[in-house]
């Protein structure tokens, strides 16, 4: 029997979690560390569009601050999806290890079963959603 108590909390941590990872590889990496230019160069030198490390920042960056404040985070979750397969595609041919030269891809397939397990689970406890469906509903899980 899971206690739902507990189980809110959880959900909570993984949520909380996986936006601020989402918010780190975003704004800090792309935009502060590589700067945008320098994303979508390195996005055009593996045979992708420029345009899309801009909107890869953009979806990371927003997508973890919903992930954190309990914004629809199954859909949030399911939405970055297409990001993180891209991420495990781009490593694939470095092997397993994400401390391998390059990166391996363990660490972006982890990150596709987190986002699933969110997706799952739902908000979970503070959510920013429960807020604004106040007023006899109950509280939002998605």
């Given amino acids: ?5 507990n189980a809110d909390l959880a959900a909570l941590l993984l949520r909380v979690s996986l936006g601020i990872m989402f918010i780190a590889h975003g ?9 945008l ?3 979508a160069q390195f996005f055009e030198s593996i045979g992708l569009p420029g345009f899309l490390a ?5 979806a990371e960056t927003l997508g973890g601050i919903a992930l954190v404040l309990g914004f629809r985070t199954r859909l949030v979750a399911i939405a970055l999806l297409p990001i993180l ?7 694939l041919g470095n092997g397993w290890v994400f401390s391998a030269a390059n990166g391996g891809w363990e660490y ?8 699933i397990a969110s997706a799952l689970l739902g908000n979970g ?5 429960d807020v604004f469906n106040r007023g006899g509903k109950q509280p939002a899980r998605a």
């Avoid at 704004?27 to 590589?34: A, E, G, W």
């Avoid at 801009?54 to 953009?58: I, S």
């Avoid at 972006?108 to 986002?115: A, E, Q, R, T």
């Fill in 1 to 5: 029997m899971t206690d739902t108590k």
């Fill in 27 to 35: 704004f800090i990496l792309k935009y502060l560390t590589f700067t």
């Fill in 37 to 39: 230019a320098g994303t």
């Fill in 54 to 58: 801009y909107l890869t920042f953009a």
């Fill in 85 to 91: 397969v891209g991420a495990s595609w781009v490593h």
């Fill in 108 to 115: 972006p397939l982890f990150l596709i079963v987190v986002s």
């Fill in 125 to 129: 406890a503070y959510a920013i959603d």
